[in-house]
């Protein structure tokens, strides 16, 4: 008689198909672009870290109100809703609103609140005295405070253009904040010098039903997401993609998730309906599990990774997702090459393959998956 495939009743680490050939483009230029990003990255932080050291905030962790990246009513995305069609942009969280697979909008912002809770006491309003760009060695300006990888050397030139590239993408990405309303611009458009002196909004953005607010370094009644301040201040934030940073928002949020033992288990509902995040962008978890910043983890599936059935009154589906804050004190230039590495040395998966076939791999979507 043969024995029935068992499967694991707690808690097991998924195992990773093998990489698309799609995968493994994207994988080839981000790889490519990481040595100019990194030393981009490498300037800021120095920066960031001396005015740390200098003001002598945000001394244990960055702190982010929940309502930035979880919206408490749900958004209206009908009844044939899957977590590939996600709602439009106007109806999600400030998070996902403003995330873009290019642009600096997401960064720039998260910059700017932790500028301010450097430099400002907890309740204290944010003021900007920092210009967008001023060339002078011993000013810092916001294009010093944002990273690119087109702002460094490319093999052995010098791009004598990088600060105007990185002060149209500030522009750029003031404008998409000006449209979320995260800032408001104190010139009209078309003024000289407009995007200077802008106004720091709360994280709720245009959310809000009232009139905004001006930003305030959150205190303990605001009841803030905590992530490691290492996201800032060793420059993960400007080398992880808009996905990376919307996924690691809504573990660290956790609002409307099953928690369990400092996890958290995100239904696919949830994560469309409140957070604004689909399926593919939630596929960053795998990298962020690549880098050693979260644990990811399995339940109710056969050892052979697929679906247990009827798994009790739990989705087989979930993921457990756990926040590594010891994993940020690494060199996030290094865990990404290394990740990348490793990535792209294994051999492509086929097209014949599926996912579901493989130990702990995502089945296909349906029309309406019941969770992640």
């Given amino acids: 008689m043969t024995e029935p495939l068992l499967y694991w009743s707690d808690l097991f ?18 790889l490519d672009r990481l040595a100019n990003l990194a030393a981009s990255t490498a300037k800021v932080t120095e920066i960031v870290q001396n005015r740390k050291t200098e003001y002598g905030g945000m001394s244990d962790a960055f702190l982010v109100r929940p309502r930035f990246m979880h919206q408490v009513g ?22 996902t609103r403003i995330m873009s697979g290019r642009g600096a909008a997401l960064r720039f912002y998260l ?4 500028e301010a809770q450097i430099r400002l006491e907890p309740g204290k309003k944010a003021d900007n005295p920092i210009p967008i760009r001023h060339d002078t060695e011993d000013v810092v300006s916001w294009v010093d405070l944002i990273a ?53 909004l709360n994280e709720v953005g245009a959310r809000r039903k009232a009139d905004p607010l001006q930003y305030a370094v959150p205190t303990a009644a605001d009841n803030p997401v905590a992530l490691p301040a290492e996201l800032i201040t060793s420059g993960w934030l400007h080398l992880l993609e808009d996905s990376e940073i919307a996924t690691l928002l809504m573990v660290a949020c956790k609002t409307g998730t099953v928690v369990n033992d400092g996890s958290c288990a995100i239904p696919g509902d949830v994560r469309v309906k409140h957070y604004g995040l689909g399926r593919d962008a939630f596929e960053a978890h795998k990298m962020l599990r690549w880098l050693g910043l ?68 995502e089945e296909p979507a349906t029309e309406n998956p019941p969770s992640v």
């Fill in 13 to 30: 680490a998924p195992v990773d198909g093998a990489p698309t050939p799609e995968e493994l483009e994207r994988y080839t230029k981000r």
């Fill in 74 to 95: 749900a958004a209206t995305v009908g009844d044939d809703w899957s977590d590939r069609k996600l709602p439009p942009r106007e109806d999600r969280p400030s998070a």
């Fill in 111 to 114: 910059t700017a609140i932790a």
């Fill in 148 to 200: 690119s990888s087109t702002a460094a050397r490319s093999g052995s030139v010098l791009d004598i253009h990088a600060r105007d590239k990185k002060q149209r993408m500030i522009h750029t990405a003031l404008n998409t904040l000006e449209g979320a309303e995260l800032v408001q611009m104190l010139k009209p458009a078309g003024a000289r010098n407009r995007y200077d002196g802008f106004v720091l």
């Fill in 294 to 361: 979260v644990d990811v983890a399995s339940y109710g599936r056969w050892v052979d990774g697929t679906h247990v059935d009827d798994y009790g009154n739990e989705e087989a589906m979930l993921y457990r997702i756990t926040l590594k804050p010891d994993g940020f004190k690494a060199d996030p230039a290094e865990r990404l090459q290394q990740a990348l590495e490793t990535q792209l040395g294994r051999p492509p998966r086929r097209r014949t393959e599926t996912t579901a076939a493989e130990f702990g791999a």
